[in-house]
């Protein structure tokens, strides 16, 4: 059965850092990419960085609003890929989900594809 798992969500103050990880199981991250998305109460899902499969290069993007200040990587020995959120603000504050598909193009399209495989999110609070 395929399954992701996230960890590492919590409370946080404002400019600080916390790293999230995305435990696959099922599959392997050969043929799988991996993407975050993002929920806040009360507003839409967001894109937030994803990670191609390693068959695809293991290419990375960001959503504008976290560039420079989180940076997704894998631990392809541990089945693993990690979001390290640094600089964290205020509106960082959402639901985290990790979620996985076989689509080639999936980083390119995550905005709009509906990924087959969804974790049961993590929440992280920015907060003084």
């Known amino acids: 059965q395929l399954q992701v798992v996230e960890s590492g969500g919590g409370l946080v103050e404002p400019g600080g850092s916390l790293r999230l990880s995305c435990a696959a199981s099922?599959?392997?991250?050969?043929?799988?990419?991996i993407g975050w998305y993002r929920q806040a109460p009360g507003k839409e899902r967001e894109t937030v960085s994803c990670?191609?499969?390693?068959?695809?290069?293991?290419?990375?993007t960001y959503a504008e609003s976290v560039q420079g200040r989180f940076s997704i990587s894998k631990d392809n020995a541990k089945n693993t890929v990690y979001l390290q959120m640094n600089s964290l603000k205020v509106e960082d504050t959402a639901i985290y989900y990790c979620?996985?598909?076989?689509?080639?193009?999936?980083?390119?399209?995550?905005?709009?594809?509906?990924?087959?495989?969804w974790g049961q999110g993590t929440q992280v609070t920015v907060s003084s």
């Open positions: 990670i191609s499969s390693n068959n695809m290069g293991a290419r990375t």
């Open positions: 979620t996985a598909d076989t689509f080639d193009y999936f980083c390119y399209q995550y905005d709009t594809v509906n990924p087959t495989t």
């Open positions: 099922g599959f392997n991250l050969d043929d799988h990419a």
